[in-house]
């Protein structure tokens, strides 16, 4: 699998950075994997974020979850471990009431009370959360606790749980909420009743980074992560888009050699595998225009393997000749590909240079649709230029 992302990123990024996100592509994608082999990946279990800090070889794969905000607290601690985690869609801020009914005091007093039993509502919500806290951390066992809640937290909701040494997290990403109970376990609840430790989960280690203006939240040593983050990290804002790009198809690339639990030679090696067969297969007895046809199609398809010599600074003609004459020599399940260091031959399985089944199915199926459909085209139609 580090090899079909391997060859995927080669295209896109130097060498270097290759090595690391091969390795971190396919760990992510690994972590996420059903557990029926039948079912699909699904890549949405991967947050992909970006912070423009350090190079781009400090890129990871991290099994938890990273927040691009932190705690609205000075007081709250900013680094825990051994953490109980409370994954909440619960207003804990003080809401005015949408009905339309008017309320009357007579008195200063009356007033007073009026504010403190509108407050109560949040207070209480905010007091099963410490309750919780006190009951499953203790001294013995060392736990901390960390809410991390969809909706708002007041100021004075803050201010308690900052008090406990709660690290609380407001306004979180629906998204975020659902990988954040598949990463740490436990359950994202709607509603504080019955609310007890059965519905918490749990991580190693949460601590706040910042970097400038912008807080980033880490989630991190989770015990069985079904949701993971890659964290692509950049000097500046074309190597940060240049890693984006290339871990999206990294990504993709190992989904592929799961699901489909095959793999192709690369290098050039099945264009010029196919090319062979097809011209074998034009001398077997077919005739006429059937025969051009398919010489033409196996003809182009020595475009790719030239195409990488070309690119490689290695002459075209010599390269694929020598290919070509390695490809004919070869043992059955074996084939050759082009190296492109030296431009020779070179047997890609051996140097773990795998494209992915599909990708290759699409380009054979593809190139003959698209060809017909240029084919039919009689005319062609451009649009003027502007102030013509």
């Known amino acids: 699998l580090t ?28 972590c996420v994997r059903p557990q029926d082999a039948n079912e699909l990946v ?34 709250m601690p900013r680094r825990l471990e051994n953490c109980y985690i409370l994954t909440c869609n619960v207003s804990l ?34 007091k099963q959360v410490i ?56 359950e994202a609840v709607n509603s504080f009743e019955n609310l007890g430790p059965e519905a918490l989960g749990e991580a190693g280690l949460v601590h706040e980074v910042t970097l400038g203006e ?28 240049q890693l984006k790009d290339a871990t999206r198809d990294g990504l993709r690339a190992v989904k592929y050699a799961l699901e489909q639990r095959a793999v192709v030679p690369g290098a050039g090696a099945f264009e010029v595998a196919l090319h062979d067969h097809l011209m074998k297969y034009s001398d077997s007895g077919i005739t006429g225009k059937q025969k051009l046809g398919v010489r033409a199609y196996a003809e182009a398809l020595l475009v790719i393997p030239k195409t990488l010599a070309e690119n490689s600074g290695h002459d075209v003609q010599q390269s694929i000749i ?16 082009l190296d492109l260091e030296t431009g020779a031959a070179c047997d890609p399985a051996a140097r773990g240079i795998l494209d992915n089944l599909n990708v290759k199915k699409s380009l054979c199926e593809t190139a003959g649709v698209i060809a017909a459909q240029l084919l039919l085209v009689d005319e062609i139609m451009k649009a003027a230029r502007r102030g013509m």
Request: proline share 2%; hydrophobic share 40%; with cysteine.
């Open 322 to 337: 020598e290919v070509q004459e390695a490809f004919r020599k070869c043992t059955p399940g074996t084939y050759a590909g």
């Open 93 to 126: 801020e003080y809401e005015r009431s949408e009905l339309t009914a008017g309320f009357y005091y007579t008195s200063p007093e009356q007033k007073a009370k009026m504010a403190e039993a509108e407050r109560k509502v949040t207070d209480d919500k905010v």
């Open 3 to 30: 090899s079909v992302a391997r060859t995927a990123l080669g295209t896109k990024i130097g060498a270097i950075e290759k090595e690391n996100l091969a390795q971190a592509v396919t760990d992510a994608v690994l």
């Open 42 to 75: 699904d890549l949405h279990m991967i947050e992909v974020m970006h912070m423009k800090h350090r190079l781009g070889t400090d890129t990871r794969c991290i099994k938890g979850l990273v927040l691009d905000h932190g705690a609205r607290n000075d007081d």
């Open 214 to 241: 912008e807080k980033y939240t880490f989630i991190e040593h989770v015990k069985h992560a079904r949701s993971v983050t890659m964290l692509i990290r950049g000097a500046n804002d074309h190597t940060i888009a």
């Open 131 to 186: 309750a919780l806290k006190r009951e499953v951390c203790t001294k013995e066992n060392g736990k901390t606790f960390v809410v991390v809640n969809q909706k708002g937290i007041d100021p004075i909701a803050l201010e308690m749980l900052a008090k406990e040494g709660i690290f609380a997290v407001r306004r979180a990403k629906k998204r975020n909420m659902e990988r954040l109970a598949l990463a740490a376990g436990g």
